[in-house]
């Protein structure tokens, strides 16, 4: 069954470096999601992308993320300078369409920012 | 912001009891979604409820949706162990965005 994978499954990294968390969508979805999951705590959108842009963001998506679609199959999430909150899981997610489509999850990348 | 809310956010109970969580969100919406999440793992689409009145049935699980009362239930019949899992309600927003609830995590006791 296809299934939406994530790299890496676990992150370490300095406050105020960058990092890029990867993302392979199923193949035939057009929509891809980010959302984070900071431990202990509910899920939060990030931002969704079709067509090659940026379609919804939510308001924790500010100037320090971005998306991008580099290639045919990979979907990165880059946080320019990292902070300590942060930390968090990152689920990717895809779609075949926009909702209510049924959105698929990957397992995850845990971000730790020491 | 929209906002939503799950209660309880803890509920512990034994094997073959019923019980029911609940999901309140606080503007209109038509778009509800069941998760289930294991720990340290990824989020499983239970439900999708997309209409007023709707309910939908998965082994010992049931949810449904009452849009006038902003309200979605998701109801556990004589709960087993492999149940044990934290639980999500998300809603969708007009602006196509989800909007989780606050999870509730259930434990089953033999």
């Known amino acids: 069954e296809p299934e939406v994978t994530q790299t890496p499954s676990h992150q370490v990294t300095q406050m105020g470096q960058e990092v890029i968390l990867r993302c392979v969508p199923i193949s035939n979805h057009l929509y891809f999601y980010w959302y984070r999951q900071i431990l202990g705590q509910k899920v939060e959108f990030l931002v969704s992308f079709y067509n090659n842009e940026i379609s919804e963001k939510s308001e924790i998506f500010d100037d320090q993320f971005s998306v991008e679609r580099p290639d045919g199959s990979n979907f990165t999430l880059k946080i320019r300078s990292t902070k300590l909150e942060d930390s968090a899981m990152y689920f990717c997610?895809?779609?075949?369409?926009?909702?209510?489509?049924?959105?698929?999850f990957g397992p995850g990348t845990r971000l730790t920012v020491t | 912001e929209l906002k939503v809310e799950q209660n309880p956010l803890f509920l512990s109970m034994q094997e073959g009891k019923n019980y029911t969580i609940y999901c309140n969100y606080s503007t209109t919406s038509d778009r509800l979604y069941w998760y289930r999440q294991d720990p340290g793992k990824s989020l499983e689409s239970l439900f999708v409820l997309l209409s007023n009145g709707a309910v939908k049935q998965e082994g010992r699980l049931m949810a449904s949706l009452d849009t006038k009362a902003r309200l979605s239930t998701l109801h556990i019949t004589a709960a087993v162990h492999d149940l044990s899992a934290t639980y999500f309600c998300a809603v969708l927003n007009t602006g196509n965005q989800f909007y989780f609830g606050t999870g509730t995590s259930l434990t089953v006791i033999p």
């Open positions: 997610a895809s779609s075949e369409g926009r909702a209510p489509y049924e959105q698929y």
